[in-house]
């Protein structure tokens, strides 16, 4: 969206997804009636991890790597060395970590599960990240998805539908919440979400403007 600070320069030939909508020439501070805050996490790295959580190698060898327990607590949200693990299913996880980190750790997974029936993937290409924020962003996520997300408590995630696409909502702290999603539904997510907060007061904004504790300490480079 813009050229943050906070990209290191080795992604200065990524895009984000949605670069094509102009988004940089609409970036301000937030302001005392703005409801809704918005920001990109760009760049981010993704990799899914599957395995059996009662295969003993599986577990110690993906900790080892995560430098943590590996979560089997239903919508878990682990903060680990490795970067934020997110539990999609009871044999699936979400690692989002540093862009730069990606490739060590691929590297990592691959030879500690090394035998171990388990599948490693890197998704970075396939998957963004919006951080949405504000006094009424609660009342945005009510007009987006059925989900009871007052519910959503800090620490958890869950899996959704918002129209016609899948999200992942990741509650971060009290002031907002994380939506990961597909970078091929981006477009389409952005203006649904736009829809959606524009009455509230909109104010799309840098990632260390509405900062969250867990996804925007990674864009700083390692």
Not at 3 to 23: F, I, M, N, V
Not at 42 to 50: F, K, S
Not at 187 to 203: I, M, V
Request: glycine letters at 10%; one cysteine or more; a neutral charge.
């Amino acid at each position: 969206m813009s050229k943050s600070p906070l990209y290191a320069p080795e992604y200065a030939l990524l895009q984000s997804p949605l670069h094509h909508l102009g988004l940089a020439a609409r970036v301000r501070a937030p302001a005392d009636g703005d409801g809704v805050l918005v920001s990109e996490l760009a760049h981010l790295g993704y990799i899914v991890l599957r395995g059996k959580p009662d295969d003993a190698a599986f577990m110690a060898g993906a900790s080892g790597v995560l430098g943590a327990p590996l979560s089997t607590v239903p919508m878990s949200v682990l903060p680990c060395p490795a970067g934020v693990l997110l539990w999609v299913s009871p044999d699936e996880w979400l690692l989002v970590c540093r862009r730069g980190a990606r490739d060590g750790l691929l590297q990592a997974f691959t030879a500690a599960l090394a035998g171990v029936h388990a599948q490693v993937v890197d998704n970075s290409g396939g998957l963004t990240t919006v951080r949405l924020a504000g006094p009424e962003h609660v009342r945005v996520l009510r007009h987006l998805g059925p989900y009871d997300f007052e519910r959503l408590a800090v620490g958890r995630c869950v899996g959704t539908v918002m129209s016609k696409t899948g999200v992942s909502v990741v509650r971060s702290d009290d002031a907002g919440v994380l939506l990961v999603f597909r970078r091929s539904f981006a477009d389409y997510t952005w203006r649904l979400l736009e829809l959606a907060a524009r009455p509230y007061g909109l104010c799309i904004t840098e990632p260390q403007a509405c900062a969250d504790p867990l996804f925007t300490p990674l864009l700083q480079p390692a």
